[in-house]
């Protein structure tokens, strides 16, 4: 879906990316970690042509991105920012319906449209579409924000930090809804974040920039797997890593035959992080997991979960 292909940006003497080699794949989403100044943006923008390379090349379905007109080709692309941009003097409706409007799209079709993607993103019409902006919280604004991008339904949506100013129960909601989202539409994400935690609630897949330059990529899994190294091992907290590897790991991945009956109950697709949590909310060494097809459910242990590697 995305390729960079040894893509550079360059400010005088410093590169801000620095040949970058990497591969989207369609309908997965692919998480940018990185510290602050690390090069996501920089890299992001490249991809809309907000920032041109000054060496290499961006393909957005095996074609460059260089040779397409930058206004069309943000048309195609849902572009996702921190501080959300709506228009203040635009009510909702009107703001999720920029762009079906610069497309010529019948009113009725813009009308159904907005009434779809406020309730794609857990906000009631009625409620919602005639607000101002300011009529908003943030986490309000940002889900709105998030319906503008997905208005003309774009295969493609870049999100640059866009929960970073929530608060942390707003944030993991917004999280759930992404996700959700994902899973109904199918779209292609690339996400910017500076927050571990963030990262691994969403990525199917993880890029990690250092200094402009990617020094990991890959499933979550696999890229915390043993004793992650160097620059990794830095972004993600040394004294945290073997918390974070649980995110990455499926709950039944060490579930044991056994009579689960009166044990605290995870949902089916908890991560091993997800079972810690409801251990120590609990109170209890051991947890239940239910029956799902494919896998016959079981029981959980602390001391399986506490020697895992
Ligand atoms: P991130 O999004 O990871 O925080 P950025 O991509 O915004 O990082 O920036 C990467 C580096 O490039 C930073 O050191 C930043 O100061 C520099 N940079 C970004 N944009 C410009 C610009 N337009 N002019 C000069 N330097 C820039
Ligand atoms: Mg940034």
Do not use: K, V
């Given at each position: 879906m995305i390729r960079f292909e040894g893509v550079s940006r360059r400010y005088g003497e410093q590169a801000a990316v620095d040949r970058v080699t990497l591969e989207v794949p369609r309908g997965s989403i692919c998480v940018l970690l990185g510290e602050s100044g690390s090069g996501k943006s920089t890299l992001m923008r490249m991809v809309n042509r907000l920032v041109e390379p000054s060496a290499g090349r961006v393909l957005v379905d095996g074609r460059d991105v260089a040779g397409a007109d930058p206004e069309e080709l943000r048309r195609g692309i849902g572009y996702v920012i921190q501080s959300v941009g709506l228009f203040p003097h635009w009510r909702v409706a009107d703001n999720i319906a920029t762009v079906p409007r610069l497309l010529g799209w019948e009113p009725a079709r813009i009308a159904a449209r907005v009434e779809t993607l406020l309730e794609l993103v857990g906000l009631e019409a009625t409620l919602f579409r005639d607000r101002f902006p300011h009529e908003l919280s943030g986490g309000q604004a940002q889900r709105v924000g998030l319906a503008r991008a997905l208005a003309a339904d774009p295969?493609?949506?870049?999100?640059?930090e866009p929960f970073s100013a929530l608060d942390p129960g707003t944030r993991r909601g917004l999280q759930v809804a992404l996700r959700e989202i994902h899973a109904e539409t199918g779209k292609t994400i690339l996400f910017v974040t500076h927050d571990v935690?963030?990262?691994?609630?969403?990525?199917?897949?993880l890029a990690v920039l250092d200094q402009g330059q990617l020094v990991a990529q890959g499933?979550?899994?696999a890229l915390l797997e043993g004793a992650a190294q160097g620059p990794v091992?830095?972004?993600?907290?040394?004294?945290?890593?073997?918390?974070?590897?649980?995110?990455?790991?499926p709950a039944r991945s060490l579930a044991r035959v056994g009579d689960a009956d009166a044990l605290p109950m995870l949902p089916a697709d908890a991560t091993l992080k997800q079972a810690l949590m409801l251990m120590l909310s609990e109170n209890s060494a051991r947890l239940a997991l239910p029956a799902e097809a494919g896998f016959g459910g079981g029981t959980l242990h602390w001391t399986d979960l506490v020697t895992a590697r």
């Open positions: 295969p493609l949506l870049l999100m640059d935690e963030e990262a691994l609630a969403l990525a199917d897949r499933r979550p899994a091992r830095r972004i993600f907290g040394e004294e945290s890593l073997a918390f974070h590897r649980l995110a990455t790991l």
